[in-house]
T-cell receptor
Framework: SQQGEEDPQALSIQEGENATMNCSYK?????LQWYRQNSGRGLVHLIL?????REKHSGRLRVTLDTSKKSSSLLITASRAADTASYFC????????FGKGTRLHILP | SAVISQKPSRDICQRGTSLTIQCQVD?????MFWYRQQPGQSLTLIAT?????????ESGFVIDKFPISRPNLTFSTLTVSNMSPEDSSIYLC????????????FGPGTRLLVL
């Protein structure tokens, strides 16, 4: 089955900087989703991008999808301390499959 | 790791009725969650099931519609009340466990169709 794999595994940046996380997957997809998980909390859906879309925005979030490279990126602009969390990409086959996530830490 | 089972695995229900979904974990876990995945959509967090206290609901979900029980650290139920066709979805139980590294595990899901 296919699986999203995030890169980097961990990322620390200064507050106010932009954070970019990448996701690669193996086979064709209908859509790709990004989720955030704060420590000890449930997964929260951020953005869903469909296979026929190349870019999508939501507030400070920007997601791109390159189906030829089987990759996606999540950009968080003007990062804040509250953005500290783990971020997961997920693809869907007969069920949603999550990658291992990127742990993002925003430094004050 | 955690092994999660859900009952029923699927059901077809009539409008206006209620269905209770059970979630059983093979080990004691602190954090249990209920998610919904509507057709073609992403996972949506319904609530966090708290042991010994009322569940914590996400925006757009209320206790009257989705009452949750968590009598102990290995078991939880989610009831979908007064169902309508819009409630047709997959409902998933999930747990978060681990000490140095938190890992989320999902149950197999309950496929609900409301006629």
């Amino acid at each position: 089955s296919q699986q999203g794999e995030e890169d980097p595994q961990a990322l620390s940046i200064q507050e106010g900087e932009n954070a970019t996380m990448n996701c690669s997957y193996k086979t064709s997809i209908n859509n790709l989703q990004w989720y955030r998980q704060n420590s000890g909390r449930g997964l929260v859906h951020l953005i869903l991008i469909r296979s026929n879309e190349r870019e999508k925005h939501s507030g400070r979030l920007r997601v791109t999808l390159d189906t030829s490279k089987k990759s996606s990126s999540l950009l968080i602009t003007a990062s804040r301390a509250a953005d500290t969390a783990s971020y997961f990409c997920a693809t869907e086959d007969d069920k949603i499959i999550f990658g291992k996530g990127t742990r993002l830490h925003i430094l004050p | 790791s955690a092994v999660i089972s859900q009952k029923p695995s699927r059901d077809i229900c009539q409008r206006g009725t209620s269905l209770t979904i059970q979630c059983q974990v093979d080990s004691q876990v602190t954090m249990m969650f209920w998610y919904r995945q509507q057709p073609g959509q992403s996972l949506t967090l319904i609530a966090t099931a708290n042991q010994g206290s009322e569940a914590t609901y996400e925006s757009g979900f209320v206790i009257d519609k989705f009452p949750i029980s968590r009598p102990n650290l290995t078991f939880s139920t989610l009831t979908v009340s007064n169902m309508s066709p819009e409630d047709s979805s997959i409902y998933l139980c999930s747990v978060l466990t681990g000490t140095s590294t938190e890992t989320q595990y999902f149950g197999p899901g309950t496929r609900l169709l409301v006629l």
